[in-house]
């Protein structure tokens, strides 16, 4: 059973900088694509990134250039580097795993993490 563990959300001032991280156990890690997503109270959860065993990416446009996602396929662990952070990036940012798909599956499936929050405030 596919476990995943989120750690490094927090409050951020606006253009500040912070990073998540995913520690996932139970599975085979390199056939997993691994994403972030996030959400805010009363809106559907949202895409932000999700990187391939083999190093591609895709981003949510509203992120690019700003969020960096990373994967280290021998220590089971996903990041998300975020930078140059806004009040809108404000929700809580759940990691996720999707076996044998590419990184432009955006879908709500696959195994979830507990989530962590970001806040964005001055």
């Known amino acids: ?34 994403g972030w997503y996030r959400q805010v109270p009363g809106k559907e959860r949202e895409f932000v990134a999700a990187i391939h065993s083999g190093g591609s990416t895709n981003y949510v446009d509203s992120v690019k250039d700003r969020f960096t996602i990373s994967r280290d396929n021998e220590k089971n662990t996903v990041d998300l580097q975020m930078k140059s952070l806004k009040p809108e990036d404000t929700a809580v940012y759940y990691c996720n795993a999707k076996p044998g798909v590419s ?15 970001v806040t964005v405030s001055s």
């Open 1 to 34: 059973q596919v476990q995943l563990v989120e750690s490094g959300g927090g409050l951020v001032q606006p253009g500040g900088s912070l990073r998540l991280s995913c520690a996932a156990s139970g599975v085979t890690f390199t056939m997993y694509v691994m």
């Open 103 to 117: 990184v432009f599956s955006k879908g709500l499936w696959g195994s979830w993490g507990q989530g962590t929050q």
